[in-house]
């Protein structure tokens, strides 16, 4: 079992930035392949960004790529996800989530996840 708890998120002014936490239990988090989605009001929770075990592959949705850097520290059993250059229409609940050790993943699809986060509301104005 993995619990995870998001933290970070807030109020920001376009153009400005933020860092998003992700704390996981339990001793497989090095195992873990993890993600960040997002959900808008009224729309579908959608892929933001993914990490593999290593860390050494990283996935983001194309609304996001360039501005948003996912990153890990097995050490601390943390996900972080650096965004920058906010937009208005990243305004969203950002949720961590964490596959576990099944072979195969597909990054961007949300039913390839196994544990989510609470999630942490993020709002960026114009």
């Known amino acids: 079992q993995v619990q995870l708890v998001e933290s970070g998120g807030g109020l920001v002014q376009a153009g400005g930035s933020l860092r998003l936490s992700c704390a996981a239990s339990?001793?497989?988090?090095?195992?873990?392949?993890m993600g960040w989605f997002r959900q808008a009001p009224g729309k579908e929770r959608e892929f933001a960004a993914a990490?593999?075990?290593?860390?050494?592959?990283?996935y983001y949705a194309a609304s996001v790529k360039g501005r948003f850097t996912i990153s890990r520290d097995d050490a601390k059993n943390t996900v972080y996800l650096q965004m920058n250059s906010l937009k208005p229409e990243d305004t969203a609940v950002y949720y961590c989530?964490?596959?576990?050790?099944?072979?195969?993943?597909?990054?961007?699809?949300?039913?390839?996840?196994?544990?989510w986060g609470q999630g942490t509301q993020v709002t960026v104005s114009s």
């Open positions: 989530a964490a596959r576990g050790t099944r072979v195969g993943w597909v990054p961007q699809s949300i039913d390839e996840y196994d544990y």
């Open positions: 339990g001793r497989t988090f090095s195992s873990n392949r």
């Open positions: 990490i593999n075990r290593s860390g050494g592959s990283t």
